[in-house]
């Protein structure tokens, strides 16, 4: 039988209360809402948290919407709200194709958006994800509310931004006029982690890339993301060749390692396919018109690649 | 610490240790062992129960984070005497083997009727999707879940044409390269 070793545990009524509790147990405390990543882990003594900071009667981390071209994500929107959200997907694809292949509907219930990303596993796809369309983490202390760009939020596995004391409050996404995105990943089974993941927003003007943003999942690429190839990109017509050298430019400098789910020259063969795959399907994508506010359409398709 | 968590319509108070799984809490503490123990892990789905009406993992859910809270096991399915859709699915389409993924499956298939009253084969392999069937029985379970599907559509067409006749969807269904 797995149990956690024993842990006091305490329940947040408000965010201030949360930033207090922090407060007085210190770092020895930890955040729960979904515990998908903790529970697990804390089994294991992986984690062995003296005191349990229960975040999920936060509504108020629970919004999910549209204010002034932000997409607003408070850090307790479930995976499955996140999924069902019909203006995630007409503006970011990318999350939807993401959170499909995200574990299972079942944990989807449970497991939240902030969660994963303070998880900072390093094959957790919505961090790359959330690295391909820039997105900024609102992060609140004590001291107040400070914003981080997500591409600074990662600091290694398992490592992020948010100090002691701090709790991740929400993310924003920026909608850009014109951009479209996609989400690549191979698994070897259902709702299991990524081989590799790749993550892609294209904004298109006048008929050449404006602005790439490239993801990169369990491959090693520092920040989730593969700036290289977003500069090769930028000025480029978009098209079937500049994709390929882009997948081969992010394939290059991404430092994949071997493990259970595969050689290292094998994930890193995915990694450039699947950023071509990735770019493939968000400039289809921007071509139909299902680019950010052109529509109403949201791109939805299951079980290509 | 001092919990009451309303199970199966009925509440329970009592004392637990802030780490008591919510499964050892239904099977242990209140005697409910029709949810299943299984991997330990999120992974098999065995002791899958709803709170608040949505399938939760009970192995990776504190006891303590449902205080306050709805639980419904399988125990619950049955209403007054009457065995759930789903229930009859299962045992009139030989939807179990040897048993023991099937209160989550159950429960994970009301949860999907309650959403979507007729899933096609590929919605209903999805929604099941992180439940594992030791067995590997999956082709009646979704036979079970459609079976139940067509049963409540025509008890609520009640002498209408409803969808009654309209065969088993698993036999000639399409198949979905995701399926568990």
């Given amino acids: 039988m797995q149990v956690p070793a024993r842990f006091e545990y305490e329940r947040a009524s408000s965010v201030p209360h949360a930033l207090a509790l922090l407060e007085r147990y210190g770092p020895e405390s930890r955040v729960i809402a979904g515990g998908h990543s903790l529970i697990p882990m804390m089994k294991l003594r992986l984690a062995r948290p003296d005191v349990l900071i229960d975040i999920n009667g936060l509504e108020e981390l629970s919004f999910l919407g549209v204010e002034d071209d932000v997409l607003v994500i408070g850090a307790l929107v479930r995976h499955a709200q996140f999924l069902a959200d019909p203006a995630v997907g007409r503006y970011f694809p990318i999350f939807h194709d993401a959170e499909r292949v995200i574990a299972d509907p079942v944990v989807r219930n449970r497991g939240t958006v902030g969660g994963s990303l303070c998880q900072a596993d390093p094959s957790e796809d919505l961090s790359a994800a959330f690295a391909a369309v820039r997105a900024t983490a609102v992060i609140q202390g004590p001291g107040g509310v400070r914003e981080v760009p997500i591409r600074r939020f990662h600091r290694g596995p398992y490592e992020t931004a948010v100090e002691p004391g701090e709790l991740l409050v929400r993310l924003r996404v920026p909608i850009r006029p014109g951009a479209a995105s996609a989400y690549e990943k191979v698994e070897r089974r259902a709702g299991d982690w990524p081989v590799a993941a790749a993550g892609a927003q294209l904004r298109l003007d006048g008929g050449v890339i404006a602005e790439a943003g490239i993801g990169l999942t369990a491959v090693g690429a520092e920040h989730f993301a593969a700036p290289e190839a977003e500069e090769y990109l930028a000025g480029k017509a978009p098209g079937a060749e500049a994709f390929a050298e882009a997948g081969r430019i992010a394939a290059a400098n991404c430092a994949p390692r071997a493990d259970q789910r595969g050689p290292a020259a094998y994930k890193r063969h995915l990694a450039g396919e699947l950023v071509r795959r990735a770019l493939t399907r968000a400039a289809g994508r921007a071509a139909e018109g299902t680019a950010q506010g052109a529509g109403d359409r949201t791109g939805d398709r299951r079980g290509e690649g | 610490m001092q919990i009451t968590v309303t199970v199966n319509g009925q509440p329970y108070t009592g004392d637990v240790e802030p780490r008591l799984l919510l499964v050892h809490f239904l099977r242990d503490g209140l005697g409910l062992t029709g949810t299943h123990w299984g991997c330990d892990t999120s992974n098999c789905g065995a002791c899958v129960v709803h709170v608040d009406g949505t399938p939760v993992k ?56 309650d959403r979507d009253p007729d899933p096609d084969e590929a919605r209903i392999r999805e929604a099941v999707s992180g439940q594992l069937c030791r067995c590997t029985g999956y082709e009646n379970i979704v036979r079970a879940v459609r079976w139940a599907a067509r049963h409540e559509a025509a008890r609520a067409g009640a002498g209408t044409e409803a969808r009654a006749g309209t065969g088993d969807g698993a036999a000639g269904g399409t198949r979905e390269g995701t399926g568990p």
């Fill in chain 2, 58 to 113: 009970s192995c990776t859910a504190l006891a303590v984070m449902c205080d306050g809270h709805e639980v419904t096991t399988v125990e619950g399915l049955e209403r007054d005497g009457d065995l759930d859709a789903v229930q009859k699915g299962f045992a009139e389409c030989h939807g179990l083997q040897c048993g023991f993924c099937t209160p989550g499956m159950m429960l994970t298939a009301r949860w999907l009727l």
